[in-house]
């Protein structure tokens, strides 16, 4: 079957830090961009970072440059998310998702827009910083 399993979140406090994990089964996992996602209550649902499957490149959402890796683990078929320096607007529930295509981000008005439809998703992660 194919899966995506997100794991890794919890309850920390602003300045601190988590790793997320995404965990892929069943699908040619190198084939694919991984992305994750979050979306907290009464907003949108917003991408954070994702993972292009043609040459590696990395992209980051305005909102936590500088302050977040993505990172995978190919022989673990494994996607990282490491969140640093987190802040209370971090709070939300992340989803990884996977797409056979490259990173498509698109960047209007300040923020980056994921212009992708992704296969698959997981079924998500709550992370909660508290102030």
């Known amino acids: 079957d194919v899966q995506l399993q997100a794991y890794g979140g919890g309850l920390v406090q602003a300045g601190g830090y988590l790793k997320l994990s995404c965990a892929a089964s069943g699908f040619t996992f190198d084939e694919y961009s991984i992305a994750w996602f979050r979306q907290a209550p009464g907003e949108e649902r917003e991408g954070v970072s994702c993972?292009?499957?043609?040459?590696?490149?990395?992209y980051y959402q305005t909102s936590v440059s500088g302050r977040f890796t993505i990172a995978s683990d190919h022989a673990k078929n494994t996607v990282f998310l490491q969140m640093n320096s987190l802040k209370p607007e971090d709070t939300a529930v992340y989803y990884c998702?996977?797409?056979?295509?490259?990173?498509?981000?698109?960047?209007?008005?300040?923020?980056?827009?994921?212009?992708?439809?992704?296969?698959?998703w997981g079924q998500g992660t709550q992370v909660t910083v508290s102030s």
């Open positions: 998702a996977a797409v056979r295509d490259r990173c498509r981000w698109v960047y209007y008005n300040g923020r980056y827009y994921d212009a992708n439809s992704y296969h698959y």
């Open positions: 993972l292009s499957n043609d040459d590696g490149r990395a």
